[in-house]
């Protein structure tokens, strides 16, 4: 394991009091209102970013032991916090289960049980990890259609009952493996405008939904409820709408044939940057096709942790070539320690950009390499490239960025909290398991984890 490190409650405490010195504003840390919660991002990024550079300047590239420059995370638990209270705010009715594929970061896994959260687990890994975090196994729910027969025989062994299916194999597989299951039929949706999508490997269509539900009756499995997924980064948030008035149309059909159903999982899929718009939907239409005693669950990803991590990653290489658009013109490629066989595996497997920002210029300092690296708030012209020999490991193609970087120079990506890590490899020798420094820019958040 990388080390990773909180940092110390009195070192937080002088970073951000010298932040809120710093500030005409004093306070907002930790209020809850929807535009409190906004100023409360702001200040929280400042802080994240003090971390960051603390960080990066003790870092001494031209004598430090191998991998002592690697990339490195600072996560702020206080953003998780306040996703928490945002969820709450907007879609009260709906008990989150944090789909633990997306980030199993064992202190953001700490913090969704502290909160009282469920978790959607898709493998005997990630129930392993739920249950190490102390949650009760009527907590978690086996979120994975297509089950492995072991994994189905450790979730009986455990006690892990609720689970989702959508063909007739996987109804034979748990009547034979775990009869007692509590049973989600996954249906269905239109996941056309959303940035992964899930429905061309997942989901039974409306058409043999009534014939998986007679079999399960037939076979005397308990079906309890219906899930969906409207993909992950959902772009339209009608496409909730739809799925959740297909589940009432599944439901009623479940009535009928004879199962008792009481759980909607309406899945993950929810952004940062749409949210409000979407749990407004999803909420009016939860209420106008499911009575207050239907439980609604969802299994929310992304939309908890992306914007909770931040990475700094650093310049190891540059060479000046011509501006591909204007040869007369220089520009510059950076090869950083971290790329698309690293936590930049977003762009590969989640469709992400990252945007590089500078952290920290040697030319900035006081010591500066004088007159061969100016400091400078010019634009230069950039690409960004990863460290392994393959050339699809490109971070991004062209960027402008203030003043001349150089080797030793550390950037910066916001955003990287969801599918970053967790889809890591070791590609080429380089490390998948990168120092996280853990931070709280909320009291609540605080409190709840002992920072
Ligand atoms: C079954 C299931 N639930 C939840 C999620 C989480 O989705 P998101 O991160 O978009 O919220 C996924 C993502 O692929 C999924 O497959």
Same mark, same amino acid.
């Given at each position: %394991?990388?080390?990773?490190?909180?940092?110390?409650?009195?070192?937080?405490?002088?970073?951000?009091?010298?932040?809120?010195?710093?500030?005409?504003?004093?306070?907002?840390?930790?209020?809850?209102?929807?535009?409190?919660?906004?100023?409360?991002?702001?200040?929280?990024?400042?802080?994240?970013?003090?971390?960051?550079?603390?960080?990066?300047?003790?870092?001494?590239?031209?004598? =430090?032991?191998?991998?002592?420059?690697?990339?490195?995370?600072?996560?702020?638990?206080?953003?998780?916090?306040?996703?928490?209270?945002?969820?709450?705010?907007?879609?009260?009715?709906?008990?989150?289960?944090?789909?633990?594929?997306?980030?199993?970061?064992?202190?953001?896994?700490? $913090?969704?049980?502290?909160?009282?959260?469920?978790?959607?687990?898709?493998?005997?890994?990630?129930?392993?990890?739920?249950?190490?975090?102390?949650?009760?196994?009527?907590?978690?729910?086996?979120?994975?259609? =297509?089950?492995?027969?072991?994994?189905?025989?450790?979730?009986?062994?455990?006690?892990?009952?609720?689970?989702?299916?959508?063909? /007739?194999?996987?109804?034979?597989?748990?009547?034979?493996?775990?009869?007692?299951?509590?049973?989600?039929?996954?249906?269905?949706?239109?996941?056309?405008?959303?940035?992964?999508?899930?429905?061309?490997?997942?989901?039974?269509?409306?058409?043999?939904?009534?014939?998986?539900?007679?079999?399960?009756?037939?076979?005397?499995?308990?079906?309890?409820?219906?899930?969906?997924?409207?993909?992950?980064?959902?772009?339209?948030?009608?496409?909730?709408?739809? /799925?959740?008035?297909?589940?009432? %149309?599944?439901?009623?059909?479940?009535?009928?044939?004879?199962?008792?159903?009481?759980?909607?999982?309406?899945?993950?899929?929810?952004?940062?940057?749409?949210?409000?718009?979407?749990?407004?939907? $999803?909420?009016?239409?939860?209420?106008?096709?499911? #009575?207050?005693?239907?439980?609604?669950?969802?299994?929310?990803?992304?939309?908890?942790?992306?914007?909770?991590?931040?990475?700094?990653?650093?310049?190891?290489?540059?060479?000046?070539?011509?501006?591909?658009?204007? #040869?007369?013109?220089?520009?510059?490629?950076?090869?950083?320690?971290?790329?698309?066989?690293?936590?930049?595996?977003?762009?590969?497997?989640?469709?992400?950009?990252?945007?590089?920002?500078?952290?920290?210029?040697?030319?900035?300092? #006081? /010591?500066?390499?004088?007159?061969?690296? #100016?400091?400078?708030?010019?634009?230069?012209?950039?690409?960004?490239?990863?460290?392994? =020999?393959?050339?699809?490991?490109?971070?991004?193609?062209?960027?402008?960025?203030?003043?001349?970087?150089?080797?030793?120079?550390?950037?910066?990506?916001?955003?990287?909290?969801?599918?970053?890590? =967790?889809?890591?490899?070791?590609?080429?020798?380089?490390?998948?398991?990168?120092?996280?420094?853990?931070?709280?820019?909320?009291?609540?958040?605080?409190?709840?984890?002992?920072?």
């Amino acid at each position: %394991m990388a080390p990773t490190a909180c940092v110390s409650h009195a070192e937080l405490c002088t970073i951000k009091q010298d932040y809120l010195d710093s500030l005409d504003h004093h306070g907002q840390v930790s209020s809850h209102g929807e535009d409190d919660l906004l100023q409360s991002r702001l200040t929280a990024k400042e802080l994240v970013l003090d971390v960051l550079k603390k960080r990066a300047t003790e870092v001494d590239v031209d004598h =430090c032991g191998p991998g002592e420059e690697d990339a490195f995370y600072v996560a702020d638990m206080g953003e998780v916090y306040r996703q928490h209270l945002r969820w709450k705010m907007n879609l009260g009715r709906v008990k989150p289960f944090y789909a633990v594929k997306c980030n199993p970061d064992p202190e953001v896994l700490r $913090l969704m049980a502290q909160l009282g959260n469920g978790f959607d687990c898709a493998s005997k890994s990630e129930i392993e990890l739920a249950l190490q975090a102390g949650i009760e196994p009527s907590r978690i729910i086996y979120a994975q259609p =297509c089950k492995t027969k072991s994994y189905l025989r450790f979730a009986a062994e455990v006690g892990v009952k609720q689970m989702t299916f959508d063909n /007739a194999d996987e109804l034979y597989k748990i009547k034979a493996t775990f009869p007692d299951a509590e049973l989600y039929l996954r249906i269905l949706t239109d996941d056309s405008t959303s940035l992964c999508r899930l429905s061309m490997k997942f989901g039974a269509s409306l058409d043999v939904a009534q014939q998986l539900l007679e079999l399960a009756h037939q076979l005397e499995l308990k079906v309890v409820g219906v899930s969906f997924h409207v993909g992950s980064g959902a772009e339209d948030p009608t496409a909730f709408l739809k /799925a959740v008035q297909d589940a009432r %149309m599944v439901f009623d059909q479940a009535e009928e044939v004879g199962h008792e159903l009481h759980t909607l999982d309406v899945g993950g899929g929810f952004c940062q940057s749409s949210f409000e718009k979407f749990a407004g939907i $999803l909420s009016d239409a939860i209420d106008s096709y499911f #009575p207050p005693h239907i439980r609604i669950i969802a299994e929310p990803g992304r939309y908890y942790v992306a914007s909770a991590f931040t990475l700094a990653a650093n310049v190891i290489a540059r060479r000046d070539v011509p501006d591909p658009l204007d #040869p007369s013109r220089d520009a510059y490629m950076l090869y950083l320690n971290d790329g698309v066989y690293g936590n930049f595996s977003n762009i590969i497997f989640d469709h992400q950009h990252p945007v590089a920002q500078v952290l920290t210029r040697a030319a900035d300092q #006081p /010591a500066d390499r004088g007159s061969l690296n #100016p400091a400078t708030s010019e634009n230069f012209s950039y690409s960004i490239w990863g460290p392994t =020999c393959d050339g699809i490991d490109v971070i991004s193609e062209r960027i402008d960025l203030p003043g001349l970087l150089n080797a030793g120079d550390w950037l910066y990506f916001e955003d990287m909290g969801a599918y970053t890590k =967790c889809s890591a490899t070791r590609f080429n020798g380089f490390s998948d398991n990168h120092e996280v420094i853990y931070i709280s820019s909320e009291t609540g958040a605080s409190a709840l984890l002992n920072y």
